[in-house]
């Protein structure tokens, strides 16, 4: 049984900061991307950031240079540090793993962590 948790979520002022891991436990194999989405309230979920297995990553328009994506591969966790934080960040954020279990590829989603940027 593969899970993903998603942890560090809260409230926190513009021009605030939080650190998001997200962890992926059960009998993994390997885990070739994962990455972040998020979901505001009204609006379709979002991908914001990805990282490779290689440690390779890319982000949405809207937090390059605020948010960095890295990842420890000894412990299957990402961290998404996010930096600068605006009111419409405030979403979700859902962690999403590519990975191979019981010699089987597929995705698999974490349960959300809700991120409130607000004064």
């Known amino acids: 049984q593969v899970q993903l948790k998603e942890s560090g979520g809260g409230l926190v002022q513009p021009g605030g900061s939080l650190r998001l891991p997200c962890a992926a436990s059960?009998?993994?194999?390997?885990?070739?991307?994962m990455d972040w989405f998020r979901q505001a309230p009204g609006k379709q979920r979002e991908l914001v950031a990805i990282?490779?297995?290689?440690?390779?990553?890319n982000y949405a328009d809207s937090v390059k240079g605020r948010f960095t994506n890295s990842r420890d591969n000894a412990k299957n966790t990402v961290y998404l540090q996010m930096n600068s934080l605006k009111p419409e960040d405030t979403a979700v954020y859902y962690c999403?793993?590519?990975?191979?279990?019981?010699?089987?590829?597929?995705?698999?989603w974490g349960q959300g962590t809700q991120v409130t940027v607000s004064s």
């Open positions: 059960g009998s993994i194999f390997s885990i070739y991307a």
């Open positions: 999403n793993a590519d990975l191979v279990a019981t010699y089987r590829r597929r995705n698999y």
């Open positions: 990282i490779t297995s290689g440690g390779s990553t």
